[in-house]
């Protein structure tokens, strides 16, 4: 029942608008959405509890095209998913332009920063829509924005307010910052130095993991990680430890071995991210279970940036009647255009820099703890964008 409650909510909209025709289209049509990512080398995980998927954000994009069918059926259009995998050492670059070459408008990509601005940047994207959905780098919403590209999972920036919007409203102002070695983990660490000063929080130690355990699956390999954790926190007073790790090179090492009994967030332990296995509020447990269906397993991040990616397409499709990719494009640029994600918001796209603008939900690995903007930080246009780069500070100059 639940599922079918969720499945109703998704046609809603296109039945109450009907089939009708558009100025300058045609109902019904087959819109082609273009799939593009790279296998890329993973580091081992911390624990073998946490193998990660190899089909990651492709899944999502499936489920997303199994959904857009749904409204489909009601205005007469259909909706392709063209899949395009490039391995480790291949060029995401040829593969897109093999994507053009078919005629495909919209693309959603799985790429990383570098390649997603390489392919962002050939003659051939020009006129087409990209989707990011896999980069949080704020550079790609900032100084290296890009007109062809729309950000579906939050940025750096806006995970680091959501989190310490969180940590001031239960006025837990007092962090201890401890930052991993990677390009991601200093980003995030300046984003919440950022948002610690705009929000009121003090970083009251500000310190770099360097310590490289040994043999940590031997018999006493706890020992030694336990010791240094405690001696690396010792003689601070903090209210909350913050860690930036994306890699998970240590950060799961930290809860429970701290010298004093302080919690700890960021990239692990209390986490910031558009979707988490815990959630099941505003209909998500349907979603949960459709995509535990499909792919076997649980949704990931970007599994849902990839699902949001493809839905935004459809309801844009769906508003419009219209599959033209202009005409869709420009309507996800538009400020009619929402989309109804699971998370209690309307989500829309920023116009100045593309990105999805959207709640943050802060949980571990078994509970949806909170879900920011938090109550009592207001915005003049839209609560939303108290998280990351508001308009005044952006500096997105689209080329």
Known sequence: MAAFVGLLG?????????????????????????????VTARTLPLSYLDQPPTDEGLQGARLGIADDATTGHFTGQSFELVETVVPEDGEPGEAFRQ?????????VTDLSAPDLLAVAALPE???????????????????DCRANILHLPPSRAMLADALVQYLVAKRWRDLLLIVGHRDGDREFAGDIRHAAQKFRARIVADKRWTFVPGARRTDTGHFAI??????????????????????DEFGDDLPFRTFDPRPVAGTQGLVPSAWARPHEQWGATQLQNRFLRQARRWMTDRDYAAWMAVRAIGEAASRTHSTDPAAIAGFLRSDKF???AFKGARLSFRPWDGQ????????DARSLVSVSPQPGFLHQFNELDTLGIDRPESKCQFH
């Not at 601070?236 to 790790?245: M, Q, R």
């Not at 999805?356 to 949980?363: E, G, S």
């Open 226 to 247: 336990e010791a240094e954790v405690a001696r690396f926190t010792q003689g601070i007073g903090y209210d909350v430890l913050v860690v930036a790790d994306e890699a």
């Open 356 to 363: 999805l603008r959207q709640p943050v939900l802060l949980a």
């Open 338 to 340: 929402e989309l109804a």
């Open 99 to 107: 994507l053009a070459e078919k005629g495909i408008r919209l693309v």
């Open 125 to 143: 994207a020009a006129s087409l829509t990209l989707f990011n959905t896999a980069a949080s780098d704020d550079r790609l919403r900032a100084e």
């Open 10 to 38: 998704l046609v809603s909209a296109a039945a109450a608008d009907g089939p009708s025709k558009a100025s300058g289209s045609e109902p019904g049509g087959t819109a082609q959405i273009g799939w593009l990512s790279r």
